[in-house]
């Protein structure tokens, strides 16, 4: 009966502790970059600890073993500057047709099967996809030859900046090629790509020792697929989360938000409120959200301890703002 109550009681404590953690609130600035330096709202309001800026891999990488973090110099001078924190994330993945953001070399170098390839929107019907449209691009996550470029990446940003800036994510691990196979790239299949998502996370965390590190993890190709990069990232103390902080939006607590809730006690959580959550209907409430829900569903749900805000307006300026000015 001791051991029941002291069993209740731990479980208890954890819970306390759980939902009584800080939650850090920075500005998602995406590839924008030179809006941190007119963003007056921003740098004077408090509680926005920082800003999340996203560099490309091709903006890192110019040229094979060639490596520019000028502009990443540039803003974490600027942000320390003002007493604000960087978050950087590493994009690999694009949702335009006309944006590649894997170096050149990496698609112009037959061992790199082209560095980079396609996903799709589509519509799924009687077992195949139709009406096919190009989405944008993704880094061969699955091709052992781009990942160890990308890996050399993250070693020298880690030689640089491990405990300079905040923390860095890897993109979101959702890849839209479809059900069938017949939109599978070159030598893809579902197991080397849970493989490759989880050899980048092991890169990161080596490469960082000391920032937070988190991946993107939302939506995966393959059956299990998402589950083995959740259970990967507790033994290898990688952060998770992903875009999209809707509360109670039905494919998401089918999907990532289970597993992020699960996972809030062991390691750290960062999730995006990004274009077009702002206006989600709470499924809940039947009502357009608000901030404080936003948040309420972060923090006592997800576990939270990162969200990223967008600077979608009207809500930006007219919500976000003054609600951030007024929490004490």
């Known amino acids: 009966m001791r051991n029941v109550f002291l069993c209740s ?12 953690k800080p939650v850090h609130h920075y500005v998602y600035f995406g590839m924008d970059r030179e809006k941190i330096k ?10 926005f600890e920082g800003a999340q800026i996203a560099y490309s891999w091709r903006q890192l990488e110019p040229g094979k073993d060639e490596y520019d973090f000028s502009l990443i110099r540039e803003d974490l001078a600027f942000l320390s500057s003002k007493g604000k924190k960087l ?11 006309k944006w ?8 112009k170098d037959p ?8 996903q799709y929107k589509y519509k799924y019907v009687d077992d195949r996809e139709t009406d096919v449209k190009v989405l944008g691009w993704m880094a061969r996550r699955w091709d052992a030859n781009v990942r160890e470029r990308f890996k050399k990446l993250l070693v020298e940003l880690g030689k640089e900046f491990d405990g300079k800036i905040e923390g860095v994510n890897l993109a979101e691990t959702a890849f839209d090629i479809g059900r069938s196979g017949a939109l599978y790239p070159k030598d893809f299949t579902v197991e080397k790509y849970r493989d ?3 050899a980048n996370m092991k890169a990161l965390r080596e490469a960082f020792p000391k920032s937070v ?5 939302n939506f995966m190709p393959g059956e299990g697929s998402l589950l083995a990069v959740y259970e990967a990232a507790k033994k290898l103390h990688v952060g998770v989360g992903g875009p999209d902080l809707l509360p109670y939006q039905k494919w998401h607590m089918k999907s990532n938000y289970p597993l992020i809730h699960a996972s809030s006690a062991d390691v ?3 999730v995006a409120v990004q274009d077009g959550n702002y206006d989600h209907v709470n499924p809940q409430t039947g009502k357009q959200v608000t901030i404080n829900e936003i948040i309420k569903f972060g923090k006592e749900y997800l576990g939270v301890d990162y969200i990223f805000w967008s600077t979608e307006e009207p809500y930006y300026s007219e919500q976000l703002v003054p609600f951030m000015k007024g929490v004490k």
């Open 268 to 270: 750290a959580v960062g």
């Open 213 to 217: 590190v988190l991946v993107y993890a």
């Open 38 to 47: 007119q963003a007056t709202a921003f740098l004077e309001t408090k509680n």
């Open 196 to 198: 490759g998502v989880i």
């Open 9 to 20: 009681l731990l479980i208890l404590l954890v819970n306390i502790t759980s939902s009584a």
């Open 111 to 118: 061992q790199y099967g082209g560095g980079a390839d396609k």
């Open 87 to 97: 978050f950087v994330q590493i994009q690999d993945v694009s949702f335009s047709e």
């Open 100 to 107: 590649i953001h894997v170096p050149r070399y990496l698609l």
